[in-house]
Nanobody
Framework: QVQLVESGGGLVQAGGSLRLSCAAS????????VGWFRQAPGKEREFVAG????????YAADFVKGRFTISRDSAKNTVYLQMNSLKPEDTAVYYC?????????????????????WGQGTQVTVSS
């Protein structure tokens, strides 16, 4: 059974940094992508960044480019989201999720409904 456990959230001042972790277990992830999503109160869940497990190729939403970086540690079966220059509008619950992905398929083509396993989320609050 696939399990995803997020950690690393918390309260930080604007301009600060946090590193989120997503520990994955239950399968080998070589044919999967791992994505980070977030949901702010009263808003829809949105894609933040994703990574192909096998190749390490990444893709990020425009609003986080230059500030957030996604990476993975295969030995630890863990995906990270390094968040720098945080803004109050980054406040949300952050989730990681996995989706099967073909080697030829670009990350940008994955849709949210294709992510079939989700973690419980971790709260990130950025104060102004």
């Amino acid at each position: 059974q696939v399990q995803l456990v997020e950690s690393g959230g918390g309260l930080v001042q604007a301009g600060g940094s946090l590193r989120l972790s997503c520990a994955a277990s239950g399968r080998t992830f070589s044919s999967y992508a791992v994505g980070w999503f977030r949901q702010a109160p009263g808003k829809e869940r949105e894609f933040v960044a994703g990574i192909k497990w096998s190749s390490g190729m990444t893709y990020a939403a425009d609003f986080v480019k230059g500030r957030f970086t996604i990476s993975r540690d295969s030995a630890k079966n863990t995906v990270y989201l390094q968040m720098n220059s945080l803004k109050p509008e980054d406040t949300a619950v952050y989730y990681c999720a996995t989706a099967p992905i073909a080697e030829w398929q670009p990350l940008s083509a994955l849709r949210q409904y294709e992510y079939n396993y989700w973690g419980q989320g971790t709260q990130v609050t950025v104060s102004s």
